[in-house]
């Protein structure tokens, strides 16, 4: 895992899209947009995910696999999607098993599009009320399990006037401290 700063230059999203020189987010930042992460090695790694998805109550999990062959005619579809700035009402979580990708989340009161680059071995919390979204980088693929609080239910709410008063977003902001 590793988190900068997002450049905003236009050109193809799958490209790291690091300042030059690189403006790093050290993990306390992270931590102070309610953003989580663990590094579990593969090798062994569903003990320690039961272990993790017990304590946290996680009840539910899917494997995810975003690529060409994984995806079929939907793929397209579904990856603009994922690169739709949106929120979801609970967290997403996801462990990478192979391949990488990007999940872009936004810094508040900022508004600071910060990347987080994510490995296999990567566990990484999104806090339910954060924009964000997600891409592919130029490997075009990436496998990676997720886990749900309760039913897969992770329904995307693009960025608008109505994501900006859900009580979720509101919450959000709260437990960071950012009055709305
Ligand atoms: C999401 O919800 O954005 C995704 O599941 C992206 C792929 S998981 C690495
Ligand atoms: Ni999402």
């Known amino acids: 895992m590793r988190a900068y700063y997002f450049d905003n230059l236009p050109g193809d999203q799958r490209l790291p899209h690091d300042y030059v020189p690189s403006r790093p987010v050290p993990?306390?930042?992270l931590e102070s947009i309610g953003?989580?992460?663990?590094?579990?090695?593969?090798?062994?790694?569903e003990a320690r995910i039961d272990a993790i998805a017990k304590e946290q109550d996680y009840k539910n999990r899917d494997m995810i696999n975003v690529s060409?062959?994984?995806?079929?005619?939907?793929?397209?579809d579904k990856i603009k999607g994922f690169f739709q700035e949106h929120m979801h009402e609970d967290e997403?979580?996801?462990?990478?098993?192979?391949g990488s990708g990007?999940?872009?989340?936004?810094?508040?009161p900022s508004d600071a599009w910060i990347r987080i680059a994510v490995v296999p071995g990567d566990l990484i919390v999104i806090p339910a009320?954060?924009?964000?979204?997600?891409?592919?980088?130029?490997?075009?693929n990436i496998k990676a399990l997720r886990l749900f609080?309760?039913?897969?239910k992770w329904i995307p709410h693009?960025?608008?006037?109505?994501?900006?008063?859900?009580?979720?977003r509101v919450d959000y902001l709260k437990s960071i401290g950012v009055g709305a």
Do not use: C
Not at 102 to 108: L, P, Q
Not at 158 to 168: A, I, L, M
């Open 68 to 76: 060409k062959e994984g995806m079929g005619e939907v793929y397209e």
């Open 158 to 168: 693009n960025r608008g006037p109505t994501t900006d008063v859900n009580p979720y």
């Open 129 to 140: 009320g954060i924009y964000h979204r997600f891409t592919l980088d130029e490997t075009n």
């Open 35 to 45: 953003v989580k992460y663990w590094e579990i090695p593969i090798e062994g790694y």
């Open 149 to 152: 609080k309760d039913e897969p």
């Open 102 to 108: 990007f999940f872009d989340v936004r810094e508040s």
């Open 92 to 98: 997403e979580i996801r462990y990478i098993l192979s």
């Open 27 to 29: 993990p306390a930042l």
